[in-house]
């Protein structure tokens, strides 16, 4: 696998697909700069070595040109908390583009407009990609986020670098973090699935239950389980048409010795609302006109206990609607149960949507090991896809 580290960028212009895809507010100003730092250390690497950057991303869904959308409007962002000057081209191919990247000197960065200000972007055209492919010497693909997305940008552009291309040092954390859980990860390895529907983790169970040795089912996702197995779930979420799956997979859980561990109990609420009335039932007796929206005391008990005897740990979706304050309580002492584990030597990933939110929110960020940029990428990754902008690297 080919990272910057096998590369001396002196006196090289790197061209770089960063993700500074970041979240703007009505005053156009970056409310959350995490991914334009993910970036950082990549770009630092390249300047330190004596030379320039040009750095390509997309902002947004963009319906052609649209100036809400324009890149411009996090200049100042990068340029603080690079600590760089950086230069903006109002182009990201042609001419003006060209002469841009011509005329940058080592030490220099250059940030060009939104890719998706052109539709060839997101359809993967090679005329689109070779034009921007003249901009730069050594190609870097350091955007986790759009991996899963074959854009010329993010693969097709690679073919036109074929011994000069590598992953920047963000995209070879994601992948390394994912390796160390599905390949390499230390046993016991245990992969905690929440969230609201089996449907949508359905492949990520198929995919992994080979690779680890403890499952925790929890979130609405768990109803599924339970209901399928003849308990009462009230008016739980559930999905009745995966019931079977459900019964299938724990059936293949148990034939590949893996434990599977469902919350036993939940704090039931009278109505889809912060402000329900709320009594803590067993999983499989909950009264009509009830339904489970967070881990009860038991279940969050015994997940401790399953969480602090593993040594590879990987959490995808929370275990309760954390989004309202009363149903946060067992995704927080989930989080707090990993930040246990990752202290003793666990190794830890939390990736994929709305578990991140939650990560963030409740300031687990720092006490798990990794914390995923990507959403759909990881997601994609967990299902045992070769994402295409990580496979154009690797041929
Ligand atoms: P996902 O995107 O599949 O990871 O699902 C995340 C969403 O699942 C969050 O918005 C949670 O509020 C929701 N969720 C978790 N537990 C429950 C539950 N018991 N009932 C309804 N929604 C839930």
Known sequence: MKTLNDFNFKNKKALIRVDFNVPLNEKFEVTDDTRIVSAKPSII?????????????????PKGVQDEFSLKHIVDKVEDILGVEVKFVDECIGEKAEAAA???EPGQILLLENLRFHKEEEAGDKAFSKKLAKLGDIYVN???GTAHRPHASTTIIAQFFPNNKCFGYLLAQEIESIEKVMKTGE????????????????????????KIDHLIIGGGMSFTFIKAQGGKIGDSICEDDKMELALEILKQAKAKHVQVHIPVDVIAANAFSNDAKTQIVNINEIPDGWQGLDAGPKSIANFHKVVMQCKTI???????????????????????????????????LVGGGDSVAAVKQFGFE???SYVSTGGGAMLESLEGKTLPGIAAILE
Do not use: Q, Y
């Not at 046993?187 to 080979?210: Q, R």
């Open 314 to 348: 990987l959490w995808n979706g929370p275990l309760g609607v954390f989004e309202m304050e009363n149903f946060a309580k067992g995704t927080i002492a989930l989080g707090n149960s990993i930040a246990e584990a990752t202290k003793n030597g666990a190794f830890s």
């Open 366 to 368: 720092d006490k798990v």
């Open 45 to 61: 690497k390249i300047l330190e070595d004596g030379g320039s950057c040009i750095l390509m991303s997309h902002l947004g869904r």
């Open 102 to 104: 011509a005329s940058l």
């Open 187 to 210: 046993k016991p390895v245990l992969a905690v699935l929440g969230g609201a529907k089996v449907s949508s983790k359905i492949t990520i169970i198929e995919n992994i239950l080979d």
């Open 142 to 144: 350091d955007a986790f």
